[in-house]
């Protein structure tokens, strides 16, 4: 399966920024979509921000205006530039990655997730 590996997380006041990265590895063959989910305690897991196959953005509303999502192709590495953040903001966020990869047999698409980076947002 396709390899995601985030960083950048960490404690920080509200207000403050964080920028994640998340890194693509293995033996990928295309990248549909990629983007940002988050879990908060006792919350269902949430889209925050992704880049679909069409190229297209997509932000939750929570976040739009504050948060930026970026990529750079020759890295297969997707970024989430994080600005006047929230204590409601706190969650573990997880890359994910719509992708085609070679199994050693075969070429398979399906999504994959990263392990996930702990976000806190307290004074």
């Known amino acids: 399966q396709v390899q995601l590996v985030e960083s950048g997380g960490g404690l920080v006041q509200p207000g403050g920024s964080l920028r994640l990265s998340c890194a693509a590895s293995?033996?990928?063959?295309?990248?549909?979509?990629m983007g940002w989910y988050r879990q908060a305690p006792g919350k269902q897991r949430e889209l925050v921000a992704a880049?679909?196959?069409?190229?297209?953005?997509n932000y939750a509303d929570s976040v739009k205006g504050r948060f930026t999502i970026s990529r750079d192709n020759t890295k297969n590495t997707v970024y989430l530039q994080m600005n006047s953040l929230k204590p409601e903001d706190t969650a573990v966020y997880y890359c994910?990655?719509?992708?085609?990869?070679?199994?050693?047999?075969?070429?398979?698409?399906?999504?994959?997730w990263g392990q996930g980076t702990q976000v806190t947002v307290s004074s």
């Open positions: 880049f679909t196959t069409g190229g297209s953005t």
């Open positions: 293995g033996s990928i063959s295309t990248i549909y979509a």
């Open positions: 994910n990655a719509d992708a085609t990869y070679y199994t050693g047999k075969y070429y398979r698409r399906g999504d994959s």
